[in-house]
């Protein structure tokens, strides 16, 4: 059971930056293909960004491409997310999550192990 740990989030105005950090539990976490969600209230929880296992591949979801960068260190078994050119609709919790399967992808469905999320507030 991999267990994974967000951190990083917080308060910032509109168009500034955050890194959010994932720190795993395990070393196998460094097989696995990552991704950062988020969900705000009353909204079905997105994709924003993945990662491979190697971290050669990432992908994004077309609200944050070219703001948002998805990079991990299986040395460290953490994976990032940093964020630039925040927008109010930014806001959101965020979670990392781990697919055990190697598939990873932009369904949630697909993933196995999940943080408890970290909050990203972006003020106007």
């Known amino acids: 059971q991999v267990q994974l740990v967000e951190s990083g989030g917080g308060l910032v105005q509109s168009g500034g930056s955050l890194r959010l950090s994932c720190a795993a539990s395990e070393r196998t976490f460094s097989r696995y293909p990552m991704g950062w969600f988020r969900q705000a209230p009353g909204k079905e929880r997105e994709f924003v960004a993945g990662i491979s296992w190697s971290g050669a591949s990432t992908y994004y979801a077309d609200s944050v491409k070219g703001r948002f960068t998805i990079s991990r260190d299986n040395a460290k078994n953490t994976v990032y997310l940093q964020m630039a050119s925040l927008k109010p609709e930014d806001t959101s919790v965020y979670y990392c999550?781990?697919?055990?399967?190697?598939?990873?992808?932009?369904?949630?469905?697909?993933?196995?192990?999940w943080g408890q999320g970290t909050q990203v507030t972006v003020s106007s």
């Open positions: 999550a781990a697919d055990r399967s190697g598939r990873g992808g932009s369904d949630p469905t697909t993933y196995h192990y």
